[in-house]
């Protein structure tokens, strides 16, 4: 296994409130640069509680996440958005599309908060749009596109900023069994042409059998964690 | 290519129409309040100084110095001897308040800097009657063409210049001419203390000061000497100045090279300055109020359209856009906001003001002396406005971009 990109060591998550409530215990992960892997496991199971804590947009109560190497919840919130921005690519399950921008606009959102210049911003936008077959929907706004379309959009625009890790929390629970494969395999694709590595939370067998491997997850536990034969061409 | 803020600023205005012109609108009603009350009441007061100030009093007064009442009594005693002192006294004292030397002083004077014209003038009083009618009036003897340099008084009359007074004319307030029912070119009795003649109506003028139409008249400055025998002095100086607002300065110039009483005319208007400070106070007052107001107003309006915004501000967020980034936005929004409120605000009120220049308020003509009256638009009145209105919008940006930027991307992604 080559160097891990993303390290989750011993990480435990409480919640407090009126009643206390341990979601995630003594979780330790590693993923290598450029892997596919997916994380399943029954609902309340934690998994999108472990994605955002990944995705430095929630911190651990304890243990530590290394993101390339970094320890992410040490940074401070300017040198965190900076993180997030050049180095994270995010899917949810809503698209989460600003409604009154185009799906070009869209995609270049997060090239123009990394202050990159309108004219790069829109060639990498455009190639991206064109990658997720989209290239004659580009001036759409997202009212005017199909649910796929939209997560396609929001693929498209994860990839923007060229990040070095997409996490994705069940990018086809809203679409119908058809349009969710595409995207996954659209996702695996990306993959292969631009050696982003994934961590896609998923509800759906047919997507995690996709995968390079499947980290199956119960109660805050890891339970099993399996390397997928990959299934020949 | 704008900055990503710009964009995302405009998009969500002009995406947003109707929010925004209630926004627009309500700011604009508000900057049309701040700019009109006190254009308004500085309109008023702007008419009230020209009359008090530009049309009835001198910039600055010269008045001899009166002389202590224990030299004074040394002075009768040595000039009359002790037995007449007594009978002299009020025949002699008012000599000893006259001003002598005063072409002099008058071409002194006209050198000083920031004095444009000088002017000289006795004051007494008298009683006018005709018929079963007495009234005790004032009278002040002028050379009518100097002293309308000095003093705006020409516009008075009702062909709009100082009349030529003859040796036996005079020139009476229109509310004094009603009560002696007397007209232009018919004759009154005038008395002094020393003199007693019959006098031609002249002129009438109406000056706006109710006293003075009542109890005021103007003779011919060689008849007021002789009517008060004055021989050849006057009462006093009076001085135009070539700024109103240089009259402080003038007067304390004038107050170290004189061994005179000089007196200006805010020390004559005390009481006017007083009020319209304090009008002038509760205006500023009222104004920081109904910015107070709309800034409440507005802050809630926004962080309204911040709530139905707040999935969009979370996914900047979380695509790593900064607290700042959000605070510019929300600040960008309310610039446009602020700049196209300001303007329609300030263009209703301009209309207003120009409805009202061609269709001026009638008033009591009794009570103010002016007969009609109409806001002039003012320029501290709109940059106040604009100032309050900037706050109004800056504050309440401000506040909901606090709110914003505090918002937990997850907790507002995913609902928790
Ligand atoms: N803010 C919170 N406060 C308290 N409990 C929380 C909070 N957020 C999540 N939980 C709890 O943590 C547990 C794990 O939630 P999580 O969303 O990670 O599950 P999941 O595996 O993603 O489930 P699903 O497949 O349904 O999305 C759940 O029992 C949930 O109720
Ligand atoms: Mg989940």
Redesign the interface.
């Known amino acids: 296994m080559s160097e891990p990109i993303v390290s989750v060591e011993n990480v435990n998550k409480r919640y407090g409130g009126s009643v206390p409530l341990q979601v995630l215990f003594d979780v330790n992960l590693r993923i290598a640069q450029g892997e596919v892997a997916a994380l399943v496991g029954p609902s309340g199971a934690g998994k999108?509680t472990l994605l955002?804590i990944v995705?430095t947009?929630?911190k651990p109560s304890s243990g530590r996440v290394l993101i390339g190497g970094l320890n992410i919840h040490r940074l401070d919130?300017?040198h965190l958005?900076?993180?997030?921005?050049?180095h994270l690519g995010?899917v949810?399950q809503?698209d989460?599309l600003?409604?009154?921008?185009t799906a070009l606009?869209n995609v270049m959102?997060?090239a123009?908060?990394?202050r990159m210049?309108?004219?790069k911003a829109k060639s990498r936008a455009k190639d991206l749009l064109a990658r997720v077959g989209l290239a004659d929907r580009m001036k759409h706004c997202p009212g005017e596109l199909s649910g796929g379309q939209r997560q396609r959009v929001n693929l498209a625009r994860s990839l923007v900023n060229a990040p070095s890790l997409l996490l994705a929390d069940e990018p086809t629970a809203r679409l119908d069994t058809t349009t969710g494969a595409e995207i996954i395999r659209l996702l695996i694709d990306l993959n292969r042409q631009l050696g982003v590595t994934m961590l896609i939370v998923t509800h759906e067998r047919e997507v995690a059998d996709q995968t390079d491997r499947v980290v199956e997850f119960r109660d805050g536990h890891i339970v099993a964690d399996t390397v997928n034969i990959p299934v020949a061409a | 290519m704008l900055p990503f803020e710009l964009h995302l600023a405009c998009r969500n205005l002009s995406r947003h129409p109707w929010h925004m012109a209630g926004m627009v609108l309500g700011l604009a009603v508000a900057v049309l309040v701040m700019v009109y009350i006190p254009s308004t009441m500085s309109s008023f007061y702007d008419d009230l100084i020209d009359r008090a100030i530009e049309q009835n009093s001198a910039h600055v007064t010269i008045w001899p110095k009166e002389k202590p009442r224990g030299q004074l009594d040394k002075t009768l005693r040595r000039e009359a001897g002790d037995g007449v002192v007594l009978a002299l006294d009020d025949r002699t004292y008012p000599r000893y308040r006259d001003l002598n030397g005063q072409h002099a002083l008058a071409v002194r004077l006209a050198q000083a800097p920031g004095v444009q014209a000088v002017a000289s003038f006795v004051r007494g009083s008298a009683t006018v009657s005709r018929g079963r009618v007495n009234l005790g009036i004032t009278v002040e003897g002028i050379d009518p063409r100097e002293y309308a340099h000095v003093v705006n008084i020409a516009r008075h009359f009702p062909d709009g210049r100082a009349p030529k007074l003859g040796p036996s004319d005079i020139a009476i307030g229109f509310r004094m001419a009603q009560k002696l029912a007397v007209h232009v070119d018919e004759h009154i009795h005038v008395a002094t203390a020393q003199t007693s003649r019959v006098m031609r109506v002249k002129a009438i003028f109406r000056s706006g000061y109710y006293d003075k139409d009542i109890q005021h008249a103007y003779v011919a400055l060689s008849t007021g000497q002789r009517m008060f025998a004055m021989g050849s002095e006057v009462s006093a100086l009076a001085v135009r100045c070539e700024e109103l607002n240089q009259a402080a300065q003038v007067t304390a110039a004038l107050d170290q090279r004189l061994d005179h009483k000089i007196r200006n005319w805010m020390d004559d208007n005390a009481s006017l300055l007083a009020e319209i400070a304090t009008v002038q106070r509760v205006t500023l007052f009222i104004n920081i109020l109904v910015a107070l107001v709309a800034s409440a107003g507005m802050a809630n309006v926004f962080s309204m359209f911040i709530l139905n915004r707040q999935k969009e501000l979370a996914i900047l967020r979380a695509m790593g856009g900064s607290r700042s980034s959000l605070k510019t936005i929300l600040l960008t929004e309310a610039a446009v906001i602020w700049v196209i409120g300001t303007v329609i605000g300030c263009t209703i009120a301009l209309g207003v003001m120009a409805f009202e220049q061609s269709n001026p308020y009638t008033v009591s003509e009794e009570t103010y002396g002016i007969g009609s009256y109409a806001t002039c638009p003012k320029l501290s009145a709109f940059v106040l406005a604009g100032v309050l209105s900037a706050c109004t919008m800056g504050l309440s940006a401000w506040w909901s971009g606090r709110k914003a930027a505090k918002l937990d991307p997850v907790q507002v992604i995913f609902g928790r």
Request: charged residues 20%.
């Open positions: 999108t955002n995705s947009l929630d919130q300017c958005n900076n993180f997030r921005n050049r995010f949810f809503d989460l600003l409604p009154h921008l606009e959102l997060p123009r908060v990394a210049s309108g004219h």
